[in-house]
């Protein structure tokens, strides 16, 4: 059966005249909302997904999460499915929501609430694909270093010395995959959370990158301008930057596990190419902790193009 797909797994697709598409979600939007009771025409709305002041902990000390509002875990993986499919910039506040799903609390209650409450302003949008001139890899990778870290529950709870780290992948401009976690392991510096971060995120290119060459040595038509295909990422640390292009250990970083050095002869094979960009600049910023409204319509846009 042939045809314009306009459906497909509850995605809502649609094509405009300049040949770019829109995925939206309306029907997921509207359950999600119903469960939180925010269904309603009055019903408020917020401008980010997140309160910039508030750090997620495990909230111990505060009153359990009352099931008779909704069901966190159901919510939770509505979200989930959503930010995933075309809602990249609720990643980090609904991983951060759904970290606590074993023990709700209700701190992480209106932390959901608030989500619902992005969402009231936002139901109709969605991931615009619109590719650009330049069709090639770009993957955008950052770390926040420890930026979870809270003194009250430090001692109880260590994962709140982990580095959340996340990342993008473009293709001609559009993104195609993208995650926001906390790193597996505590990173002693900056200058090391960034350098995971990188090492994971590479970890997920290159098979994609190698693929695209394999395709284009075995004479399929792949759009890649370049004759080698090569994926530029955008690192803010220039410490970072700077161990991954020169493969030598410092007194600070050779304690840095050799795992995480995988990636340099793509490197220096010019696979891979390493570049500098400010931090009010970096996409992935939006993946690493809950942003003001300017950075994050800013990096919104980039990366959704709304």
């Given at each position: 059966?042939?045809?314009?797909?306009?459906?497909?797994?509850?995605?809502?697709?649609?094509?405009d005249?300049?040949?770019?598409?829109t995925?939206?979600?309306?029907?997921?939007?509207?359950s999600?909302?119903?469960?939180?009771?925010?269904?309603?025409?009055?019903?408020?709305?917020?401008?980010?997904?997140?309160?910039?002041?508030?750090?997620?902990?495990?909230?111990?000390?505060?009153p359990?999460h009352?099931?008779c509002?909704?069901?966190?875990?159901?919510?939770?993986?509505?979200?989930?499915?959503?930010?995933?499919s075309?809602?990249?910039?609720?990643?980090?506040?609904?991983?951060?929501?759904?970290?606590?799903?074993?023990?709700p609390?209700?701190?992480?209650?209106?932390a959901?609430?608030r989500?619902g409450r992005?969402?009231?302003?936002?139901?109709?949008?969605?991931?615009?694909?619109?590719?650009?001139?330049?069709?090639?890899?770009?993957?955008?990778v950052?770390?926040?270093?420890?930026?979870?870290w809270?003194r009250?529950g430090?001692?109880?709870?260590?994962?709140?010395?982990?580095?959340?780290?996340?990342?993008?992948?473009?293709?001609?401009?559009?993104?195609?995959?993208?995650a926001?976690k906390?790193?597996?392991?505590?990173?002693?510096?900056?200058?090391?959370?960034?350098?995971?971060?990188?090492?994971?995120a590479?970890?997920?290119?290159?098979?994609?990158?190698?693929?695209?060459?394999?395709?284009?040595?075995?004479?399929?038509?792949?759009?890649?301008?370049?004759?080698?295909?090569?994926?530029?990422?955008?690192?803010d640390?220039?410490g970072?930057?700077?161990?991954?292009?020169?493969?030598?250990?410092r007194?600070?970083?050779?304690?840095?596990?050799?795992?995480?050095?995988?990636?340099?002869?793509?490197?220096?094979?010019?696979?891979?190419?390493?570049?500098?960009?400010?931090?009010?600049?970096?996409?992935?910023?939006?993946?690493?902790?809950?942003?003001?409204?300017?950075?994050?319509?800013?990096?919104?846009?980039?990366?959704?193009?709304?």
């Amino acid at each position: 059966l042939e045809g314009t797909l306009c459906d497909y797994l509850g995605i809502l697709i649609k094509k405009d005249k300049e040949g770019g598409l829109t995925l939206t979600q309306p029907h997921l939007i509207a359950s999600i909302l119903k469960d939180l009771g925010l269904d309603k025409p009055n019903s408020n709305s917020k401008e980010t997904p997140a309160r910039t002041t508030k750090i997620i902990t495990p909230d111990q000390h505060e009153p359990p999460h009352e099931t008779c509002q909704f069901d966190y875990r159901s919510v939770i993986g509505k979200l989930n499915y959503l930010e995933k499919s075309t809602r990249p910039e609720l990643a980090a506040a609904v991983h951060q929501c759904a970290r606590f799903c074993s023990d709700p609390r209700q701190t992480h209650t209106e932390a959901v609430k608030r989500i619902g409450r992005y969402l009231v302003g936002t139901k109709d949008k969605g991931l615009v694909l619109k590719p650009g001139e330049t069709e090639s890899f770009e993957c955008w990778v950052d770390s926040s270093h420890a930026g979870e870290w809270n003194r009250e529950g430090a001692e109880h709870d260590p994962s709140t010395a982990r580095s959340r780290m996340g990342y993008v992948f473009m293709y001609a401009k559009c993104p195609i995959l993208w995650a926001s976690k906390m790193q597996t392991e505590i990173a002693l510096s900056t200058t090391e959370a960034e350098y995971i971060a990188l090492s994971m995120a590479v970890r997920e290119i290159i098979p994609l990158t190698l693929l695209f060459q394999e395709a284009k040595d075995r004479g399929i038509d792949v759009d890649v301008n370049k004759a080698i295909v090569r994926c530029k990422l955008f690192e803010d640390n220039r410490g970072a930057a700077e161990i991954a292009r020169v493969p030598k250990f410092r007194p600070r970083t050779k304690h840095i596990n050799l795992k995480y050095h995988h990636f340099r002869e793509h490197v220096k094979s010019g696979l891979l190419q390493i570049e500098d960009i400010a931090t009010e600049d970096q996409l992935a910023d939006i993946f690493t902790k809950p942003l003001g409204e300017v950075l994050f319509h800013k990096f919104r846009k980039g990366i959704l193009g709304w």
